[in-house]
């Protein structure tokens, strides 16, 4: 028995929530005293690769192969199987980011396995029972589940673990299996980015709006907020059904699920659906005019407060502490 942890890359770097999943993937490997092995696939650095050490891969298999510079959602997904087949890898841990949602149940076909997404917690691993704690109703709320086969993969939602040191560097090895020409149906061709800003799935920071700011000529403050935290920008569905704001910054139950450390809400009513997306973040800060607004139920911090007076103090604020 091993832990294989799948190490997802943008553009040749590993995410923080790699790290996070590799983190996570050690302690499972520990709890069950066996070893953790990394597998990078696509165009990364041996360096780089080796830094997947430093979070407790023992081993490291990289797989280049120009096919698979793209994220391609079945070759992917084929090669992770091989790598867990051919490693005797029975549990594994990739993170629940767009890519790891379309790997999950992909890996649960090939390797027969049951499938825990959205992980927030260790499994609990008593009398023989193995299960997992994750979210469930997008965000609303949580479920144990308990994966009975031999096989398992679990998918660590972003931000539920934390990035913890445990080695040094790994040895990389390279991991090369045949590519299926099905495998390849539909393939990225070229990546075109619509943003140079921080993307959204991926922000530790988020400031988001709704439609108390009024209009689109009013998110010059939202995004100078943003541009001050580092920050990505979201927004409630009206506004970007209005079309004030692109559909790609529309969080909640039929938008993005976001779990950032901050969720800063501003002249957002906080309705159910919008809160579907959202209630995961760590800490939540909701600026509204109106006390009664539902979303100060579930704000760590709240100010009531008209957002067009607010936002230029706080604006200010972060320059002077910034200074
Ligand atoms: P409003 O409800 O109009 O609220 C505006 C808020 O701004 C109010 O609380 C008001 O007090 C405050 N405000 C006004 N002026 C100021 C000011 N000057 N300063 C400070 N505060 C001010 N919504 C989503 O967001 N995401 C979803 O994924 C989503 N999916 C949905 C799916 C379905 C099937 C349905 C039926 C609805 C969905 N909705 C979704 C819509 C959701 O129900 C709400 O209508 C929506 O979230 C409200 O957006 P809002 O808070 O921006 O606007």
Aim: aromatic share 6%; proline share 3%.
């Amino acid at each position: 028995m091993s832990v294989l942890i799948y190490a997802e890359n943008a553009a040749g770097k590993f995410k923080k929530s790699t790290f996070e999943a590799l983190s996570y993937a050690k302690a499972i490997a520990d709890q069950n005293s066996t070893n953790l092995i990394a597998i990078s696939i696509g165009d990364v650095a041996n360096d780089e690769l080796a830094v997947l050490g430093k979070y407790g891969a023992e081993k490291v298999l990289n797989v280049a192969n120009d096919k698979l510079k793209n994220f391609v959602n079945q070759a992917y997904a084929s090669v992770i199987a091989e790598a867990a087949k051919a490693n005797g890898a029975d549990i594994v841990v990739i993170s629940n980011s767009f890519s790891g949602r379309g790997l999950a149940p992909r890996l649960g076909v090939k390797l027969d396995a049951g499938v825990a997404d959205g992980a927030v917690a260790l499994p609990e691993q008593n009398g023989g029972k193995f299960t997992v704690k994750k979210t469930a109703f997008s965000g609303k709320a949580f479920a144990i589940v308990e994966l009975t086969s031999q096989n398992k993969i679990i998918a660590l939602a972003p931000n539920a673990y934390k990035v913890v040191e445990s080695g040094t560097t790994a040895p990389v090895e390279d991991f090369n299996i045949e590519t299926k020409a099905s495998d390849f149906t539909a393939m990225i061709k070229d990546i075109v980015r619509a943003t140079d800003k921080v993307s959204l799935p991926d922000a530790e920071i988020v400031v988001s709006a709704g439609r108390g700011l009024k209009g689109p000529e009013n998110w010059d403050m939202i995004e100078e907020l943003a541009d001050l935290l580092g920050a990505a920008t979201a927004c409630s569905k009206p506004v970007s059904d209005s079309g004030w704001r692109p559909h790609s910054e529309h969080v909640g139950q039929t938008g993005i699920a976001v779990s950032p450390n901050l969720y800063i809400a501003i002249g957002i009513s906080g309705a159910i659906q919008h809160l579907a997306g959202v209630s995961s973040s760590k800490v939540i800060v909701v600026i509204n005019k109106d006390a009664e607004a539902p979303f100060f139920k579930v704000a760590d911090y709240g100010i009531v407060g008209d957002a067009f007076e607010v936002l230029p103090k706080l604006i200010a604020a972060v320059k002077e502490y910034k200074a």
